[in-house]
């Protein structure tokens, strides 16, 4: 097969570990802190995980290994969308394996949890394993997202384990691939299979993060990797001073990777979901914002700008929420035939307007046709509006460019609005890993063979104080359950980990907050360029500006 030269020079490169995993596996030794509870819903968590539930957090150290001498045959998965890294946690997993005993084996299930559950496997080795080094992708094994959740599953998942003598399982993904690895957990231990699950927290989203996980693997790389696409916009649009961009970028349920690439680029506007979802912000107030840094650029002369819009925005806007629920009773049954039935659009019009309150229908009718027609044509298969798909870009040019023509009438806008639209999403989740992500993915798969070698199940891999340099970082475990909550989900009470939004009086936001008016008028734009892998550590090292806030550097 042939690899570009970056390729070649990556597949040489040795990701650092934090210094306690660096003094071989006979000298690392664990030190248990205090027993844990989970965030929210204590008595629902501890009844739904009695084997699993109020464990103790650990950090491994310098020491002596006690762990018991056993060969170890481990299942990996990768679960979920991709993110950059991925490859190097199995890595990071293999090599600790045989440091410890060249007898102990590591199966790949292919395609995600299915995988475990079909028994469709590949058993790594050296040669296998090298080619994949410091890559981007989930090409490894390939993922899925197959949830884990109904008896015969988890009795398939234990019947697996059995056939090949498996003692452990690695399941790597974000939180709702980390709650099918406590769910598997609590079955094994509730059925003495013997057999111990370990995640890693993986998204390109951000949102799998709390006081012990400081960040999720891939964003890093995928912020980096967006940023330095937006940094060549906002070069652009200075250079051709004729163009607003508006570009969308992943993260559907919260807005860390736009805040993100936000600190990295300072592009003229920025909309953070959790910030519009707490003011109450209507769809009109949000494109009058916009309006206004158009304007008074345009009164400057500057008739460009850059604007980044989260994913998920229009979740976040209570008045399109309650549309949106509308039209799913609108549609609800029967009644959706009906709608199909009219012929033309003037008809399904009307048929919307009688069936809408005034208020969700005075929302709809603000918004361009293109996107009316698309809530009512794109179904998921319940029959509920898919909301991923709204081409939000599109959306808020579209609006601002309706509240200028008003002020153009008004005789308080004279400029010129020419728009250009990107959606930034898959470009990033399979990037070249950034060497923090290559080191803190490494260290991740690393650490997880330590947790299964000392005994732990129901566990997530750890690594903290990530915004030093990786010798200084910590290495360890925490209990999932102490993630989970109780949420609504499907009809249903379910415990899930729960999502970490964008804390509006975090660092990272207040920090956005206090020079948002100044970028939106001036061009304050900041040229992040392509990943660095050689070079100085200021530089090939660097941590996303959150983190680096988070942590007051």
């Not at 690895?181 to 989203?205: M, R, S, W």
């Not at 415990?495 to 920090?511: N, Q, S």
């Not at 907050?513 to 360029?529: F, I, L």
Request: hydrophobic share 35%; glycine share 10%; net charge negative.
């Amino acid at each position: 097969m042939k690899i570009s030269p970056l390729q070649m020079e990556r597949l040489k490169y040795q990701p650092k570990l934090p210094g306690m995993l660096r003094n071989g596996i006979a000298e690392i030794s664990v030190k248990e802190g205090n027993p844990t509870q989970s965030v929210a819903d204590q008595d629902k968590i501890a009844a739904l995980f009695p084997n699993t539930y109020g464990k103790k957090e650990i950090t491994f150290e310098k020491g002596t290994n006690t762990a018991p001498v056993k060969k170890q045959v481990v299942g990996v998965i990768l679960s979920g969308g991709q993110a950059p890294g991925g490859h190097n946690v199995v890595c990071g997993l293999y090599d600790a394996l045989k440091a410890t005993n060249k007898e102990n084996v590591l199966y790949g299930f292919k395609g995600g949890p299915s995988g475990l559950t079909d028994d469709k496997y590949i058993v790594f080795d050296d040669e296998y394993i090298d080619q994949f080094r410091n890559t981007g992708g989930f090409d490894i094994i390939g993922s899925g997202r197959t949830k884990l959740e109904t008896e015969e599953q988890f009795a398939q998942a234990a019947e697996v384990c059995k056939k090949h003598g498996i003692n452990a399982i690695v399941m790597i993904g974000g939180d709702d691939s980390n709650t099918n690895a406590a769910v598997l957990a609590e079955y094994f231990a509730a059925h003495n299979t013997g057999v111990q699950v370990v995640g890693c927290p993986k998204t390109i989203d951000g949102d799998l993060k709390n006081e012990d996980i400081e960040c999720s693997f891939g964003f890093d790389t995928a912020t980096k990797t967006y940023s330095e696409l937006i940094g060549n916009i906002e070069r652009d649009a200075n250079s051709a001073k004729k163009y607003w961009h508006f570009i969308k970028v992943m993260g559907r349920s919260a807005s860390h990777v736009a805040l993100e690439c936000a600190l990295e680029t300072q592009p003229n506007i920025c909309l953070i979901g959790e910030e519009v979802a707490a003011k109450k912000m209507s769809l009109s107030q949000i494109a009058d914002q916009i309006a206004d840094s158009v304007a008074a650029r345009a009164a400057n002369g500057d008739n460009f700008g850059v604007a980044i819009i989260p994913e998920g925005i229009v979740e976040f806007v209570p008045e399109f929420s309650v549309l949106i629920a509308e039209i799913n009773e609108l549609l609800a049954g029967d009644k959706a035939d009906a709608f199909n039935a009219l012929g033309t659009w003037t008809e399904k019009y009307e048929f919307i307007k009688n069936g809408l309150t005034a208020e969700s229908f005075g929302v709809f009718d603000i918004l361009p046709e293109g996107i009316q027609k698309q809530l009512f044509l794109e179904r998921d298969p319940h029959g509920n509006v898919q909301v991923s798909l709204i081409e939000s870009e599109q959306l808020f040019a579209e609006l601002v460019k309706d509240k200028l023509e008003e002020r153009r009438k008004a005789g308080t806008y004279n400029g010129s609005f020419k728009t250009q639209h990107h959606f930034f999403g898959y470009e990033g989740r399979c990037a070249f890993p950034s060497n923090f992500d290559a080191d803190y993915c490494y260290s991740l798969g690393y650490n997880a063979c330590m947790l299964i070698q000392y005994g732990y199940n129901g566990y997530l891999s750890k690594i903290s104080n990530l915004s030093k340099p990786a010798e200084e970082w910590v290495a360890g475990g925490m209990p999932i359950t102490k993630m989970m909550n109780m949420e609504r989900r499907n009809g249903k009470d379910k415990p899930v980990i729960r999502k970490a939004l964008v804390e509006l009086d975090g660092k990272p936001f207040t920090y956005f907050a206090a020079h948002r008016d100044a970028w939106a008028v001036e061009t304050a734009y900041t040229y992040p360029g392509a990943i660095q892998y050689y070079g100085p550590s200021d530089v090939c090292d660097l941590t996303t500006r959150t983190l680096a806030l988070e942590k007051g550097e």
